[in-house]
Nanobody
Framework: QVQLVESGGGLVQPGGSLRLSCAAS????????MGWYRQTPGKQRELVAT???????NYADSVRGRFTISRDDAKNTVYLQMNSLKPEDTSVYYC??????????WGQGTQVTVSS
């Protein structure tokens, strides 16, 4: 019932910035929270940042102060502004949306590579 499409990933040098976008579509959306997660080969998927319908935010300690999550309800879109990127931020980033009636949905993922 919910489809998520991510965009904005790519290659950036250490210290650079990227802005990820995730657009949600579907019928009768009842999304109460959206978030970004990342998964590196050999590791479990981990939380990066979440935002609720009330715009309360939560960040992983490793990205707090560098990343900012925001949402545009009119466009059903969540953003992740990533500044001061580090090589260890290299990962596939996945968008997640929680619908109060039907549960969680995942995007296909977008690659972020931080390298000189």
């Amino acid at each position: 019932q919910v489809q998520l499409v991510e965009s904005g990933g790519g290659l950036v040098q250490p210290g650079g910035s990227l802005r990820l976008s995730c657009a949600a579509s579907g019928s009768r959306l009842r999304i109460t929270a959206m978030g970004w997660y990342r998964q590196t080969p050999g590791k479990q998927r981990e939380l990066v940042a979440t935002i609720t319908a009330g715009s309360n935010t939560n960040y992983a300690d490793s990205v707090r102060g560098r990343f900012t999550i925001s949402r545009d309800d009119a466009k059903n879109t969540v953003y992740l502004q990533m500044n001061s990127l580090k090589p260890e931020d290299t990962s596939v980033y996945y968008c997640n949306a929680f619908d109060i009636m039907t549960g969680s949905y995942w995007g296909q993922g977008t690659q972020v590579t931080v390298s000189s």
